[in-house]
């Protein structure tokens, strides 16, 4: 196979593979009900006048399935971190006990749960946009190259249609996935 065509593919399931990636990222984001430290994997501090990952100031732990701990490595950072919390607007409501600060992760209503698995369905057609763009790149490529037969030209065709239909089955799955793990009670 020619080297450009070859090259057009590689960079094509890069991309497409990026899409995943960053899709499978956004639903660490999206809780299922049970307490995990990724919940807070957004959460900004204000550390001496610059913004720090909560995970670089505190250890975040998950007892149980209902409560999130975090516990600050100085002391002064507690209130940083709670207003970090709260500014995050993740709808918790975390105490301060002077040492360290819980979360308690409410039960989801079922209201909440079908609003999280709308935001599931919204980041994976996202994710499939993402796809289908590369798609039409790499098809635009393939088109643009006088130096391959046109032979070629199909064949490769081909073969990003079916790169790009692996990428959105993939999709599907890890959205059903979510879907199933948010749904459940």
Do not use: C
């Not at 499978?24 to 009900?33: D, M």
């Not at 975090?70 to 207003?83: S, T, Y």
């Not at 499939?128 to 037969?149: F, G, H, L, P, Y």
């Not at 081909?158 to 692996?166: E, F, K, L």
Request: no cysteine; aromatic share 4%.
């Amino acid at each position: 196979m020619n080297e450009d065509i070859q090259f057009i593919l590689d960079s094509t399931k890069e991309s497409m593979g990026n899409a995943l990636a960053h899709l499978k990222k956004q639903f660490l984001n999206i809780r299922a009900g049970k307490a995990s430290p990724a919940m807070l994997g957004s959460v900004m501090v204000d550390y001496y006048g610059s913004q720090t990952p909560l995970s670089q100031v505190a250890n975040v732990n998950t007892p149980d399935g209902r409560t999130i701990t975090v516990q600050p490595w100085e002391k002064n950072m507690l209130q940083e971190i709670e207003r970090g919390i709260a500014y995050a607007n993740l709808g918790f409501n975390p105490m301060n006990n002077g040492d360290t600060i819980i979360i308690n992760v409410p039960p989801l209503t079922e209201e909440r749960r079908k609003d999280l698995a709308k935001q599931a369905k919204s980041e994976a057609e996202d994710a499939k946009v993402s796809i289908r763009t590369a798609r039409k790149d790499a098809m635009n490529e393939v088109k643009k190259n006088d130096d391959v037969s046109e032979d070629l030209k199909k064949n490769a065709e081909i073969d990003i249609q079916q790169i790009t239909d692996i990428h959105v089955k993939k999709v599907d799955e890890l959205f059903d996935i979510k879907e199933k793990e948010i749904m459940t009670v």
